[in-house]
């Protein structure tokens, strides 16, 4: 059986005025649906849904988060591993960057 977990590379900040790498997020529900996990470096960052609905969750932390599109979740210091997934039966995509650079 796969694993549900899949490690996303470290996700460096980008340089000022650039924008961050979109991360495709499949439907739990679907065959390639999981939870993925995202490792931001030191400092603030923040997590921006661009499409659909996720569920975010921060590692050693006890909420939950449910971010709809055009919302965002800025992490105030790192480093931090944040664990999201699609909420519901549709996709969804979402960007991490530096906030200083939006």
Request: with cysteine; aromatic share 2%.
């Amino acid at each position: 059986m796969e694993a549900m977990n899949t490690a996303t590379p470290l996700l460096e900040r980008p340089l000022a005025g650039t924008a961050g790498e979109d991360l495709h997020l499949p439907p739990l529900s679907a065959s390639a649906g999981r939870v993925h996990t995202l490792d931001c470096a030191a400092g603030p960052a923040e997590l921006r849904v661009l499409q659909g609905r996720v569920w975010l969750t921060v590692e050693g932390r006890p909420q939950d988060h449910f971010l709809s599109a055009g919302q965002s979740y800025r992490v105030h210091a790192g480093p931090a591993r944040l664990h999201l997934s699609a909420e519901g039966r549709c996709s969804a995509r979402v960007s991490l960057a530096d906030p200083s650079s939006l």
